[in-house]
């Protein structure tokens, strides 16, 4: 069953169109202190994918909660359009590779069947977004979710399968 908007980690919701799903990663408050006392703000990191090799991840600001998951849900699907699909070998990953950004660096493992996904918050959400079922991760450097999120979605996108390597290269397998 669906969460309400407002709840935390891993939930799991259809998107109104294109069967996308969304995971709200991270909620944070802002406070902004004025004449008649604080003034509350909401942030809300959102990964957003349809489980078959492309992800993205939005991220809205408003005065509430649900506004601001609705703003960062609507950018990441823009934004998911626009995202090259991840190269998969069945529900895994063809090979190991590390993702950078910032001073996050996230280092994706293929996986046997079974294995399931062994990543903490923030990774998890982006691999379950793009499908991938069997995986292990592990995170070094900075843990910001924010850096994590695009630390995964850039090693997701340096994975390549044998079909490509050989025809860059120019080669026969």
Do not use: W
């Amino acid at each position: 069953m669906a969460k309400e908007r407002g709840d935390r980690n891993r939930d799991d919701r259809d998107s109104r169109d294109q069967g996308m799903v969304d995971f709200v990663v991270k909620i944070k408050r802002s406070a902004c202190v004025v004449k008649g006392g604080r003034r509350f703000s909401f942030n809300a990191l959102v990964v957003v994918g349809d489980k078959n090799g492309r992800a993205s991840f939005g991220y809205g600001k408003a005065n509430e909660v649900p506004p601001a998951v609705e703003k960062a849900i609507k950018e990441g699907e823009q934004s998911a359009r626009r995202s090259k699909k991840v190269q998969m070998r069945g529900d895994s990953i063809p090979h190991r590779v590390i993702g950078k950004y910032g001073a996050s660096k996230v280092i994706l493992v293929p996986a046997g069947p079974g294995t399931g996904i062994k990543a903490g918050p923030g990774v998890r959400e982006v691999l379950q977004a793009c499908g991938i079922q069997n995986i292990l991760t592990k995170v070094h450097g900075s843990t910001n979710p924010i850096n994590l999120v695009k630390a995964t979605l850039a090693g997701l996108q340096q994975l390549r399968t044998k079909e490509d390597v050989a025809r860059l290269r120019g080669v026969a397998l």
